[in-house]
Structures are given as structure tokens and as C-alpha cells.
């Protein structure tokens, strides 16, 4: 097997043979230069934050547009999706951000073609990792929609992205019953269980998923806020191949998709319990097993009304969402500095930008934003950046030198939370019925 050493120069000489400068976004940079707060550290964060971005972007030889996770050469499905949001609130105005858009989405489209169980690739499309994540099938569906919806511009909607799309679609019907169709399998969802393979599930008309978004290898296959994003993205594809391809057949294919499995997640996906009422598990089996937490990576279940699953006042969500931001969540951690959620994939203890972030954009309360905001300042360690991580008693110590995500996403939330930019929809499930409501 080959050294990383080797992989990695290996990946770099690829990257430098594919890959073209970027372009460096003149309205990104100018509204970073121009933006003003009497809070000089929020004024570094964000203007550091917004144009992270762009640092992580290369045009490849192709036309279309490469975006790194950061310190880590490839790009995750998941994270350029988001990484490139704060970008679409200036698409519509700036053809040079919007070609950017356009070939991010082009690249995405090829990728689900090339591999739809992989949830990362190289600049020059081979599979970096294969771990099986629902949410890297619907992320670029949603991407995809966004830009159509801020844009009006319907040109992202290629033979090549079609697909793209149609291979989303065959493997989230296909893991609907992952044991009677799927041949996909992973080492190391083989080493969670003894090498006895993932656990049983049960048909619920959800979706078999084999990796959470943080690349952590699932207990229980049924994800319930990669669910909730599948119904958002199900949507979007619904009203994709309905009213831009014209294709009734797959739309009602994504609309029976998403019916089925939002009947899984209101039939399996909920728990009593008997200090907070019903709450959405984090994972479950259909046979009976549940995990009552969260996890910071997103989709998690605080972060379902961002992404237009449900409302933030919604009464199981309100109910999951005291749960999620008490010590009765075993990944909720409380410092001298921040408290918040954290993940089984970083250090013990260790809180989540992200997770702050998306407390924050979930918040219905002015205080509890302003609270938000000033742990996300006070996390700064000096280099005005977000992480991966940090030890909420000491910020200087934190995981991941370069994460572009939570800075996108920081952006995102000044932008939107405080700057009274309006919010950029993922998607619409106004039809769905919730218990409760």
C-alpha cells in the first residue's frame, strides 16, 4: 500500500497537471474590505471568513470548479456544497460568482456520475474516500436548486448534471432495502461490528446510509438528519425534473421517494422520553434501536430548520432541540468560554464551531444569538479563523488548521442573523405533516 507521503505528492502533482489559478472574486473581496463593526474582532472574523472561500478554490483545465475542504487535497461533497453558500447572495449580481457557482456544480454533477458512493474525490475525479454518506447525494441536489432559485438561471440543469442527478436518485432507491439490493460495503463499517458487517436494519422507507457527515461509521443505519435532508433534496429534485427537464417519470419516482421516507422518519424516527416529550433520535433501526444525541457536522438534527426540514418552532423539533443543548446530550460540552455540541470524531470535551454557529441560526432569541456570537469570537486562538474544534476552557488549542467550512458558514450566519440579508431557502416542505402541529 502506498505511503500518505506518496498519496499526497502523488495528489499535489495531479492537482498542479488539472488545475488552473483561481479567480480571485472581486465583489467576495470588496465586501470583505469594505465590511465595518464596532466589534473590531468580529470585523477580522468575518472578513477572514468570507473570502476563505475562494482560497479553497482552483479552476480546473475542464471549466469546472474544484473546492478543497481546506487542509485536507479533496473535496467532500458535503463541504463544498456549503462552503460555496454565503456565495450565492452574490450570484444573481456578479457573472463572475456566478460561473464559479455554475462550475462548482458541474464538478459535483460528474462526481455522482463517476462514483455515487464516494463522499469525496481529487481534482482529477478519482474516489479519495467511499464512505457511503446520504447526505453527500443530496448536498449537491440542493446546491443545484439554491442557485437555481437565487439566479433564475436554469443552465446548471445539463445533460451531465442530469445524470448525475439520475444516479442520486437510483442509490437512494436502491438503500431503501440495502440488504436484499445493495452489494456496498466498507472496511471499517465491517470493524464497528466485530467484522460482522453493519448492524440489521428493518425496511422503514427510509434510507440505509453507512457514514454520519462527520466520516464516523453510523451504529444504526437509519441517520435521521441525513433523512430530513433527503426529504428536502427529494423535493428539489421533484421540482428539477418536473419543471426544467420536463421529465414526469422521475419526478414522481423523487416525489414517492420522499413520501416514504418521511413517513420512515414520522413512524421510526421519533422517541418519547419523559423529561423533554417526543424528540427525533439521532439514528435508529426499525427494530427497535435508537441513539438519542447529536453531532455537530451537519445535517444534524439542531440544524434541520436551517436546512428547511421543519420550522424552529415546531414542537418536536423544540422539544429535540432542549435535549440537544443539555448535558443529557453526551456530546454537549460546557467550558469556561463556550458551551456547545462536539463530535465523537474530534477530542473528548472539544466543542464545534458549526454546532455554535447552527445554534445560532436555529435561535428564535436575540440573547441566546448575541450569547452565540460572542463564544464564536472568543474561540478566535489569533488568526481570526474558525476550526474544526476547539477546548472551550483554552480556544488556543483546537483541531484543524484550515476548515473552510465553519468560516462559510459563519459568514453566512453575520450575513443573515445580523446584516438583515435575507435567507437563501434549501428547499420547500410546507406540504408535510409533523406530529404535533
Not at 483561481?22 to 473570502?51: D, F, G, K, T
Not at 480546473?60 to 456565495?87: C, H, M, N
Request: net charge negative.
Amino acid at each position: 500500500m502506498r505511503s500518505l507521503l506518496a498519496t499526497l505528492l502523488a495528489t499535489v502533482l495531479t492537482f498542479s497537471a488539472f488545475a488552473a489559478p483561481a479567480v480571485e472574486l472581486q465583489s467576495i473581496v470588496r465586501a470583505a474590505s469594505v465590511y465595518q463593526s464596532s466589534n473590531a474582532r468580529l470585523e477580522q472574523m468575518y472578513r477572514a471568513a468570507l473570502i476563505n472561500t475562494s482560497h479553497q478554490v482552483t479552476v480546473a483545465s475542464d471549466g469546472t470548479a474544484y473546492v478543497k475542504t481546506g487542509d485536507i487535497p479533496a473535496e467532500w461533497l458535503r463541504d463544498a456544497s456549503a462552503q460555496v453558500r454565503p456565495y450565492l447572495f452574490f450570484a444573481k449580481s456578479d457573472i463572475e460568482v456566478s460561473t464559479l457557482l455554475r462550475g462548482i456544480i458541474a464538478r459535483e454533477g460528474k462526481y455522482l456520475a463517476v462514483d455515487p458512493y464516494a463522499n469525496a474525490f481529487t481534482i482529477d475525479y478519482r474516489v479519495w474516500e467511499e464512505k457511503f454518506e446520504l447526505d453527500s447525494l443530496a448536498y449537491p441536489i440542493v446546491l443545484a436548486w439554491s442557485y437555481w432559485k437565487a439566479t433564475g438561471d436554469a443552465s446548471v440543469f445539463t445533460g451531465d448534471e442530469s445524470l448525475g442527478l439520475d444516479q442520486a436518485l437510483e442509490t437512494m432507491e436502491r438503500e431503501q432495502d440495502h440488504a436484499a439490493n445493495s452489494k456496498y460495503t466498507h472496511r471499517e463499517l465491517r470493524q464497528s461490528n466485530g467484522n460482522a458487517g453493519p448492524n440489521p436494519v428493518a425496511y422503514t422507507g427510509m434510507i440505509w446510509t453507512g457514514f454520519r457527515p462527520s466520516d464516523d461509521a453510523c451504529h444504526f443505519n437509519y441517520l435521521i438528519p441525513s433523512e430530513m435532508l433527503a426529504v428536502v433534496a427529494l423535493g428539489d429534485l421533484d421540482e428539477i425534473e418536473r419543471s426544467v427537464y420536463h421529465n414526469l417519470l422521475k419526478s414522481n419516482r423523487a416525489k414517492t421517494l420522499r413520501a416514504e421516507v418521511q413517513d420512515g422518519i414520522q413512524n421510526f424516527g421519533e422517541e418519547f422520553t419523559p423529561n423533554y416529550g417526543y424528540v427525533y433520535a439521532y439514528e435508529v433501526d426499525g427494530l427497535g434501536g435508537k441513539i438519542l444525541m447529536d453531532d455537530a457536522n451537519i445535517p444534524s438534527l439542531l440544524s434541520a430548520p436551517y436546512f428547511g426540514y421543519t420550522k424552529a418552532d415546531s414542537f418536536v423539533y423544540r422539544n429535540t432541540r432542549r435535549f440537544l443543548l443539555s448535558r443529557d446530550d453526551p456530546y454537549y460540552y460546557v467550558g469556561s468560554v463556550a458551551r456547545g455540541i462536539g463530535s465523537a470524531h474530534t477530542n473528548d470535551r472539544f466543542v464545534w464551531p458549526l454546532a455554535l454557529i447552527m445554534q445560532g441560526l436555529t435561535s428564535t432569541s436575540d440573547s441566546e444569538r448575541h450569547d452565540v456570537l460572542s463564544e464564536l469570537l472568543a474561540s478566535d486562538p489569533g488568526d481570526h479563523l474558525l476550526h474544526e474544534s476547539f477546548d472551550p476552557d483554552d480556544p488556543h488549542r483546537f483541531t484543524r488548521a484550515d476548515f473552510g467550512w465553519p468560516n462559510a458558514l459563519f459568514s453566512e450566519f453575520v450575513m443573515t442573523t445580523f446584516d438583515g440579508v435575507p435567507v437563501q431557502p434549501m428547499g420547500d416542505t410546507s406540504d408535510l405533516e409533523f406530529r404535533g402541529e
